[in-house]
Each structure stands twice: as structure tokens, then as C-alpha cells.
């Protein structure tokens, strides 16, 4: 069956309605650019174009996987993140805004510095600082070797992958305190407490990868674990940049009491939510 690509579109953004996907409109056009390779300028301009049968079933398959709850960026395979795109599957967590914050707060931190993103996921903090400062040197850490994977090709893509080192490691477990001391640790750990996990997106919970979204019970496991072990991979005056639950800055407050921390800031979002950590090494 032939369809215009204004037909298309009108026939998923109803499907995708129904099913109860917010901005179905926009979700629509994003999936038949993926599918046909053209941007939303094109599907504008071309709007009674036909697309040929195969194109058709491609789009309405694309379109079902989405009304079912998949995340778009996992049907399409990328997420812009900090003005780049980046390789996401469903064995990392899709980069969100407010991680860019994170990005920020390290930036202003940095010079030519050897850095460590613990739990380095798809890669986005890590290959982002590299590609802002160009004489930096990382190590990302991750416990999945399949979201490696997929860091190690977002290095790739973005050409920083001589200046980067990925290992295998549950936080620190890969790295010895003699041979790794780094100016500045950042960190997107997983905080969601263990009973709001059920009361997420579905797009969220029933795709995202639960290891990287939730530690257990309160949701802050391993934030105690990074300011416990933190600080022996830390030079002197070095920083540790955490970003935290929506309700979590009065507790990460005072874990910082009792840490080898000082607390310097912790920045809010763009909701006013307490949302990125700075700790400098006492």
C-alpha cells in the first residue's frame, strides 16, 4: 500500500495517540526521518511525496515498537546529547538534559586534566569532556562490558578514543590506588530509589537497563560507595561531581559531613532541583 508521507505521518501520529505516547506528532516525524534518512525539513517540503510499500511497512513497525513503549531513541539508535550524537541501545541509559549540567560543573573544573566517569554508561560525560578540552585524558568505568561497548564506539565516532581508557569495573574494583590518580571523578550513578522504580515511565522502566537506574532500597548506595572510595583515587584539591535524585540533596548532605569531603555547591537543575554535587577533597 502506497502512502504520502503526510499520510503517514497522520496515520502513526493516531496510532501513537491511542497508545497514550505524549508529543505523538513529533515522535512521528522523528521515526520516519530515521526510517527514510531525511530530515523534518524534508518531510515538510515533500509532504505528498509517496513513499514506496516497503518504506511503508518499515515506518508502521517502527511506529508499533513506540506505541508499545519502547523509547524513541532506542528504535532509532541515537541521542543528541551536549550538541553531539551519540550511539545509544537498551544496554545504556538514554543521556538526559540535566546530565549536561554535570558536564557543565566539570568543565569549570578543568584544565588538562586526567579524569574518571565511573559509570560511564554510553559514554556521553566522558567523550563530551574530551571533545571540550582537547588535552584531557580519561578513564571511563562501567560493570557492563556490553555498555562499554557501546562507549568505546561513541569514543570512536567523535575521534578521542587515543585518549581514553574503558575497563570493566564495579566502581573502582579495576583500578589500584598506585597507578590511578585522577584530578577530577564525575559520576551519573544509579539513585533511583528501589520502591519508585514501579511508578516510572514505562519507556523507563520496562526498557532502561535496571542496573543503571536503580542501586536498592534508598537510592543511594552507591553514592556512599563513591565518597567512601573516592578520595584514594583523587590527587590533592581534587573533585568528585555527582548528580543525585530530585530528593536527595538534604541526604547527600549529610553523608558530605561525614566524608573526606568538603562540599562546594550542589547545583540545581533547570526546575530549581537540587541536582549536581561538587566536593572537593579535603
Do not use: W
Request: glycine share 6%; proline share 6%.
Amino acid at each position: 500500500m502506497e502512502l504520502s508521507i503526510a499520510e503517514a505521518l497522520f496515520e502513526a501520529t493516531q496510532v501513537l495517540r491511542t497508545a497514550g505516547v505524549p508529543e505523538s506528532r513529533r515522535d512521528a516525524g522523528s521515526l520516519l526521518s530515521h526510517v527514510i534518512h531525511k530530515d523534518r525539513t524534508f518531510l515538510i517540503s515533500h509532504a505528498e511525496e509517496k513513499l514506496e510499500p516497503h518504506t511503508v511497512h518499515e515506518f508502521r513497525d517502527a511506529v508499533e515498537r513506540r506505541a508499545a513503549g519502547e523509547p524513541l531513541q532506542y528504535i532509532t539508535g541515537h541521542q543528541d546529547f551536549y550538541g553531539r550524537a551519540f550511539r545509544v541501545t537498551p544496554d545504556v541509559l538514554i543521556p538526559r538534559p540535566e546530565t549536561e549540567l554535570l558536564v557543565e560543573a566539570a568543565l569549570g573544573l578543568m584544565n588538562r586534566s586526567r579524569f574518571c566517569d565511573v559509570g560511564t554508561g554510553s559514554g556521553c560525560i566522558a567523550v563530551t569532556l574530551l571533545c571540550e578540552r582537547p588535552d584531557s585524558q580519561a578513564v571511563g568505568l562501567d560493570v557492563s562490558p556490553a555498555a562499554l561497548a557501546i562507549a568505546r564506539e561513541n569514543a570512536g565516532a567523535q575521534r578521542v578514543d587515543q585518549r581514553i581508557e574503558f575497563l570493566v569495573s564495579d566502581c573502582f574494583d579495576a583500578l589500584t590506588e598506585n597507578t590511578a590518580r585522577f584530578d577530577l571523578i564525575v559520576s551519573n550513578p544509579p539513585y533511583v530509589a528501589a520502591d519508585v522504580v514501579a511508578g516510572l515511565q514505562r519507556e523507563v522502566k520496562d526498557h532502561e537497563p535496571m542496573v543503571a537506574l536503580t542501586p536498592g532500597p534508598d537510592g543511594l548506595s552507591i553514592i556512599r560507595r563513591l565518597m567512601i572510595e573516592a578520595p584514594q583515587f583523587l590527587q590533592k584539591d581534587g573533585h568528585l561531581l555527582l548528580e543525585i535524585g530530585f530528593d536527595q540533596g538534604e541526604a547527600v548532605s549529610e553523608l558530605v559531613s561525614h566524608s573526606e569531603f568538603h562540599l562546594v555547591e550542589i547545583r540545581p537543575d533547570l526546575q530549581g532541583i537540587p541536582r549536581i554535587v561538587v566536593l572537593r577533597k579535603r
